[in-house]
C-alpha cells in the first residue's frame, strides 16, 4: 500500500499534519479497489481520450 | 402550475411575463430566509426582460413549440455559468468577486429561447461535493425537510424548483450533481450525453465528466429546457454535431414492448428500504405499461466508480492548482479532495483512462439486450444537514460516497441519465423525503428516455408538491 503521507511530505504540498489522515484514507481506500484494476491491463490498451465528442469515440 | 403550462398561459394573454417574473422574486424573497437556495437575484434584469418578453408576446411570439418554447419564462442557473456583468463565484471565495464580460453557452441559449433568468443559484463549493453546504454563502436547505441537505451540487437549482420559485433551472452533473439534487428535492434531473449541451462558459471541475442539464418539476418541462440549450458549439472541442432530436415527449406516449434494463447487481445492493420499495414501485408500473423489464447483470460498476473518482480527483485538482497555495479560501471537504488528487500519481490518471476506455466498449454492449436501465438514483433519502455517514444495508458508508454510489460512474461513461420522483418516504422521523428513480440510456438517446419517464408520470409516477411550494 502506498504511504501517501510520506508522498505528500516529499512532494512538499504543505499539507498540515492535522489533515494528512483526510487525505491519506480516501486514498488507501480508493488504491485497494482501482490498483487490481491495473495489473493485468494489456499493452495494446490505449487511453480513452475522454474530452471529445462520443460520436468521434466510437 | 407548469412550465409548459405558464408558457400556454402567456401564449393566451392570461398571464403576463412581468407577472410571472414578480411571482418567482416575491417567492424567492418569501422562502430565502429558509432555503437560501440564491447567491445572486437578478430583479432588475429579470423585470427589464420580462417587460421585453411581453412585447414580444403582443407581437404573437411565444410557445413552448415555437421557435422561442421559454419565453416570459422565470427560470434560474446554478452560479457556475458564466453571467456577462453577473458575478459568478462558483461557490468560492476564490471566484468571490468575478464578474465575467462573456455569458456562458447555456445562459446565451436560455435568453434566445426567450427565458427570463431571476438569479444565479447557490451551490457546493466548486461544484465539488453532494452537500450544498457552501461555507462561505451558507448551507442551501431541502424544501421538503428544512433540517435536510438539498443535495448537490446543484443544491440550489434542486431547491427552487421544488419550492416553485423558479419552473426550471441549470445545474451541472459531475459525478451526479443534477441527479443527487433532483432525488432529494422531488424534481426531474436530466445529464445528457456528453457532447450534447455546451460546456462553454460553465467554470469547470473535470473536463471529461463535466455535463450540463436541466432541473424541472415534470419531465415535459425538463424536456423543453434541453431542447432549447442542446446543439452544437464551436467553442466547446467535446460539443457534438449530431442534430438536436425533438424531446418534448407526445401526449399519450407508450413504452410498450420497451425493453428495461434492471441490474441484479450493485444497483439494488444496499439501499435504504424505502428507496428500494419505492424504485421497485415504479418497475411495476413500468410494467404494467408494457414495458419488458429484464434482468441482466452489469460490468464492474465498482471498478468503473474507482475509474471515476481518479479521473475526477486527478483532473479538478489539475484545474484548481493555479489558486491552491491559499488553503483558507477553500471549505475542509474541498481541500481534501484537492489533495487527494495532487497526490495521484501521472500514470495513475493514464490508467484510469485505460481502464475508462475497456468499462466504456463493455457497457456499451448493454444496449444490444436492453433500450435503457431503471435504478435507483441514489441509494439513501435526504440526509440531515451535518451528517456526515449513512447507515445502509448494515454498513456505514461516507455520506459523499454513498449519494454518489449509483450516479458517478454514468459521467465516465458519458451516458445520458435522469432522475425522476417515484415517490415519498413515510418513514417515522424523515417523512415526506423524495425518492428518485435514475433512467440510463446510450449515447444520445435523451428522446428515449424522456419518453419513458414522461409515459411513467403520466401513468401516475409523481409526487405532491413539497410544503413549501408557493
Redesign the interface.
Known sequence: MTD?KA??RA?G???PEA?LD??AK??ET?EA??RP??AD?PAA???????????E?? | MTLREAAAALRARSVSAVELATQALASIAGLEPQLNAFITVTADAALERARQADCELAAGAGGSSGPDPLLGIPVAVKDLFATRGVRTTCGSKVYENFVPDYDAAVVERLQAAGAVIVGKLNMHELAYGITSANPHFGPVRNPWNLEHSPGGSSGGSGAAVASGMVFAAMGSDTGGSIRIPASFCGTVGIKPTYGRVSRYGALPLSWSHDHMGPLARTVRDAAVVLEAIAGHDVRDDTSSRRPVESYVPAEGVSIRGMAIGVPANWFFERLDPEVEAAVRGALQLAASLGAEIKPLRLPDIEALNAVARVILLAEASAQAEPHLAERDRFGADVLALFDQGRLLAATDYIHAQRLRRRLRSEFDRLWDQVDCLAVPSTPNLAPRIGDRTVLLGGLEEDIRLASTRLVRGINALGYPALSMPCGVSPGPGRAGLPVGLQLIGPPFSEALILRAAAALEDAGLRIPPCPLFQ
Request: hydrophobic share 60%; charged share 25%.
Open positions: 501517501w508522498i505528500a512532494r504540498l504543505e499539507i489533515e483526510r487525505v480516501p486514498l480508493l479497489v482501482f484494476l491495473v491491463l490498451l490505449e487511453p480513452a481520450t475522454g474530452i471529445c465528442p462520443l460520436e469515440a466510437e
